[in-house]
């Protein structure tokens, strides 16, 4: 995973309500149970958190679910308690597991936020069907980008809809940068899907699985972009076999110290990543000519491209070669 932005973690995190919510009833809770989980969110919206916590901990205990969330959160954020992260993370996974759509969310969030990218997708991916706007978010990125999930273009524009949908400002515009490389069937039939998944969410079905779409380029969503309450997400998958070519070619091109214009390969989470990718393509890329490598730096990723080209002529021509020679690309300016 690469860097994270805490203060990202920590909005998205802090989001998170104590169930049950004021004048609604939780999914999990009822009865007397429900009254004493609600008594203990009205003492620790007092400012009560010791009251809270000795309401909430015998619940939890006996296998309430609202009350591990509640509980997990005071451990979290060390109200009434200690603060205990691991504790807090136990208590979430046991609320996950009977359902609590809030504790899948932030459950999967906190194992994104630990580096546990690959098993924190099964818990975003259930509080996505359930239509939590945080965990759609990182979902339709994933599988926009093809890393952690597998590639899906209509999966990751439904979901990105449906993010958008719920007023979350970046998915807005997460949603307009998938509109430049998504090809409009697809996109029609990922708001399809999307309405599709919107009405089973309110009738209580989970959402049809989407088999993967074909995708002709591999840009990343800039993670740029990321909301400030969400963890920046990794770019595209490695890059495909070299393809031979032959060393003895004359290059197609020439670049030109001091030019201002470049290529750019993907997005990596980290230079290591970045690099490594450079290895493995820079020899199918011996045509364009003595390019060299730019790792760059933005935010939480390193942006890996090449050049340097007098013109954006030139790099398109090297980009279209580069394309020709199986890899992926598009033009730039330099930083």
Same mark, same amino acid.
């Given at each position: 995973m690469g860097t994270m932005r805490n203060g990202w973690m920590a909005a998205i995190l802090a989001a998170g309500a104590l169930y049950p919510a004021q004048g609604a009833t939780p999914p999990a809770t009822g009865g007397m149970a429900g009254e004493r989980v609600k008594m203990g969110v009205d003492a620790w919206r007092a400012g009560n958190y010791d009251s809270a916590i %000795?309401?909430?901990r015998p619940l939890a205990e006996g296998g309430n679910?609202?009350?591990q969330f509640n509980l997990a959160q005071a451990y979290r954020l060390g109200r009434g308690v200690t603060a205990d992260q691991k504790m807090a993370m136990d208590l979430y996974l046991k609320a996950a597991r009977q359902g609590h759509q809030q504790a899948e969310a932030t459950y999967g969030l906190m194992l994104f936020q630990n580096g546990d990218r690959k098993g924190a997708m099964p818990w975003l991916q259930k509080a996505a069907d359930h239509g939590d706007p945080r965990a759609l978010y990182v979902v339709a990125t994933a599988m926009f980008n093809g890393d952690p999930l597998p590639k899906d273009w209509v999966g990751a524009y439904a979901r990105m809809t449906r993010a958008a949908a719920s007023g979350l400002p970046q998915a807005k515009t997460s949603l307009a940068e998938m509109d430049q490389y998504i090809p409009a069937d697809q996109r029609e039939k990922g708001q399809a899907l999307a309405r599709q998944m919107e009405g089973n969410a309110a009738a209580g079905i989970l959402p049809a699985s989407t088999p993967p779409s074909p995708a002709k380029v591999t840009p990343p969503i800039r993670t740029t972009e990321l909301p400030p309450s969400l963890p920046a997400q990794p770019a595209p998958p490695p890059p495909p076999a070299p393809v031979q070519v032959a060393t003895h070619a004359a290059p197609l091109l020439s670049p030109v110290q001091g030019g201002r214009w470049r290529v750019q390969f993907g997005a990596f989470s980290n230079q290591g990543k970045a690099k490594e990718a450079w290895q493995h393509m820079a020899g199918r890329l011996a045509p364009l000519g003595n390019i060299q490598p730019y790792y760059v730096e933005a935010g939480a990723i390193t942006r890996l491209q090449a050049g340097p080209f007098v013109d954006r002529a030139a790099? %398109?021509?090297?980009?279209?070669?580069?394309?020709?020679?199986?890899q992926d690309c598009f033009v730039t300016a330099a930083p």
């Amino acid at each position: 995973m690469g860097t994270m932005r805490n203060g990202w973690m920590a909005a998205i995190l802090a989001a998170g309500a104590l169930y049950p919510a004021q004048g609604a009833t939780p999914p999990a809770t009822g009865g007397m149970a429900g009254e004493r989980v609600k008594m203990g969110v009205d003492a620790w919206r007092a400012g009560n958190y010791d009251s809270a916590i %000795t309401i909430w901990r015998p619940l939890a205990e006996g296998g309430n679910a609202d009350a591990q969330f509640n509980l997990a959160q005071a451990y979290r954020l060390g109200r009434g308690v200690t603060a205990d992260q691991k504790m807090a993370m136990d208590l979430y996974l046991k609320a996950a597991r009977q359902g609590h759509q809030q504790a899948e969310a932030t459950y999967g969030l906190m194992l994104f936020q630990n580096g546990d990218r690959k098993g924190a997708m099964p818990w975003l991916q259930k509080a996505a069907d359930h239509g939590d706007p945080r965990a759609l978010y990182v979902v339709a990125t994933a599988m926009f980008n093809g890393d952690p999930l597998p590639k899906d273009w209509v999966g990751a524009y439904a979901r990105m809809t449906r993010a958008a949908a719920s007023g979350l400002p970046q998915a807005k515009t997460s949603l307009a940068e998938m509109d430049q490389y998504i090809p409009a069937d697809q996109r029609e039939k990922g708001q399809a899907l999307a309405r599709q998944m919107e009405g089973n969410a309110a009738a209580g079905i989970l959402p049809a699985s989407t088999p993967p779409s074909p995708a002709k380029v591999t840009p990343p969503i800039r993670t740029t972009e990321l909301p400030p309450s969400l963890p920046a997400q990794p770019a595209p998958p490695p890059p495909p076999a070299p393809v031979q070519v032959a060393t003895h070619a004359a290059p197609l091109l020439s670049p030109v110290q001091g030019g201002r214009w470049r290529v750019q390969f993907g997005a990596f989470s980290n230079q290591g990543k970045a690099k490594e990718a450079w290895q493995h393509m820079a020899g199918r890329l011996a045509p364009l000519g003595n390019i060299q490598p730019y790792y760059v730096e933005a935010g939480a990723i390193t942006r890996l491209q090449a050049g340097p080209f007098v013109d954006r002529a030139a790099a %398109t021509r090297a980009c279209v070669a580069s394309k020709a020679a199986g890899q992926d690309c598009f033009v730039t300016a330099a930083p």
